[in-house]
């Protein structure tokens, strides 16, 4: 049977709008939404109930008379627009996360999109057990030859394709990792920040529910803020960083005695890492 809304000869004509007022989001990162409806001679009304339909799908975020695809101090950005930034640091920040990982491990990994690069690199440490709340994450890794997937389940949030909330953070709780491997939004003082409360809790049950907790990072998120902390990086084990993070940076968190891994880049040739030093 055929519903009335696959017969509505306006329904292609609100796909196609739809998708422009994503790509136009997209290229601007942010736009208020009076301009939106300027732009594509459309009411005020119209426009809300497209963004409404994009930010459902996870595509964008409306926010304070915005539509915005990347993250500001209260919203983060959502992972359509997230996958398609710093895919190079990303992969190599993968890479490294990877050597982390030991055949037999219990592995947590969050809902971050530079964590989620992780994925297409597991099946060649298997056997493993990977705890994930990310609907990405349990599709793509579903199936994969010696990995025992184990998903937390919640409340869905589209914005970030993951469940989270009371019941994620419960079981969490009666779980026991090897390795928890997390992304943030933000560092501001050597502390890592995030915009979204549930978001915290559910990383804070992760780094709980782990024996090794480590932070995995681009160089961009140095300059960025968000409104709530999640925890100083001297409560991470690890902190892996790509090698266009200033050095003064990563200086300064090897001064506080946080282990640093600065992840070579496609075009960068790897480099040893510094050894502790035998002096007392």
Known sequence: ???????DPRRPRQVDRQARIAEAVMADGTIRIERLAAMFDISLMTVHRDLDELES???????????????????????VYRLSHQAKEKEALALAAMELVEPGQVIILDDSTTILRMAPHLEGKAPLTVVTNVLTLMS???????????GIGGQYYGW???????LTTQALSELHADTAFLSTSAITRDVAFHQVTETIATKRAMLSSANRKV???DHTKFDRQAMYALAPLTDFDTVIVDDATPAADIDRMRGKGIDVIVAPTMTTPRRPRPRP????
């Not at 799908?57 to 992972?79: N, W």
């Not at 793509?140 to 184990?150: A, D, N, P, S, V």
């Not at 970030?160 to 009371?166: L, R, T």
């Not at 030093?277 to 007392?280: A, I, K, L």
Request: glycine share 10%; aromatic share 2%; net charge positive.
């Open 215 to 217: 932070l995995v990072v």
């Open 1 to 7: 049977m055929t519903s009335p809304e696959a017969g």
């Open 57 to 79: 799908r996870g595509i964008l975020r409306k926010s304070r008379g915005v539509a915005t695809a990347t993250s500001t101090i209260l919203v983060e950005s959502s992972d």
């Open 160 to 166: 970030c394709n993951a469940f989270m909330g009371p």
């Open 277 to 280: 030093s035998s002096t007392p």
């Open 140 to 150: 793509e890794l579903r199936g994969t030859k010696g990995l025992t997937l184990i």
